[in-house]
């Protein structure tokens, strides 16, 4: 089956500084891979995702890249912010169309 | 509604007992799943309905869960005889389509004594 894997798995930043999270999959067929963010406490929250026909998607600060011929994708933060501070998740879409998340990654945003 | 509701927030139970947590999600959305999350760690997939198609139980850790959706919009996953183990934050998603991201609900945390 599918395995993502996610690192770091803590990654400290000064604010102001950029962050980038780094995911793998396994399974090729994957076409869909979202990323969460969840703060202390609360419920994870989609903050963008990309589909396997593009490349890269921005919004904003947050950008994701895509890599389909070495499956793997990435988070970048710019300009962190102490409110990025938070819990941050990927995930890849597997055949039945459930999640297989990566483990997580814990971001400190120092002021 | 608004959002994807679950309840109770929090259930604290006895080893042994049996248990069902609830979820209401988005109207019209048609895909709906179970994930379970321990304590600092990630998400694990438990079972996923999508419209009448049969659900896909896969990720179901023992005989001892059991979940169904009643009318395509409600759902209960029942724990019976609970162990320690099955202390979680039991999350429900749904979305609107299997092709979009879900929208999470707030949890239950169950904890058992």
């Known amino acids: 089956g599918e395995n993502v894997e996610q690192h770091p798995s803590t990654l400290s930043v000064q604010e102001g500084d950029s962050a980038v999270i780094k995911c793998t999959y396994s399974d090729s067929a994957s076409n869909y891979f979202p990323w969460y963010k969840q703060e202390l406490g609360k419920r994870p929250q989609l903050i963008i995702d990309i589909r396997s026909n593009v490349g890269e998607k921005k919004d904003q600060r947050i950008a994701v890249t895509l890599n389909k011929t070495a499956k793997h994708f990435s988070l970048h933060i710019t300009e962190t912010q102490p409110e990025d501070s938070a819990v941050y998740f990927c995930?890849?879409?597997?055949?039945?169309?459930?999640?297989?998340f990566g483990a997580g990654t814990i971001l400190r945003v120092k002021s | 509604g608004a959002g994807v509701s679950q309840s109770p927030s929090n259930k604290v139970t006895e080893k042994g007992k049996d248990v069902e947590l609830r979820c209401d999600p988005i109207?019209?959305?048609?895909?709906l799943y179970w994930y379970r999350q321990s304590l600092g760690q990630g998400l694990e997939f438990l079972i996923y309905f999508q419209g009448n198609s049969a659900p896909d139980k896969s990720g179901l850790p023992s005989d001892r869960f059991s979940a169904e959706r009643t009318g395509g919009s409600v759902s209960t996953l029942t724990i019976q005889r609970t162990q320690q183990e099955d202390s979680a934050v039991y999350l429900c998603a749904s979305s609107l389509q299997d092709d979009y991201g879900y929208t999470f609900g707030s949890g239950t945390r169950l904890t058992v004594v």
């Open positions: 995930a890849a879409k597997v055949e039945g169309n459930k999640l297989v």
């Open positions: 109207s019209g959305h048609t895909a």
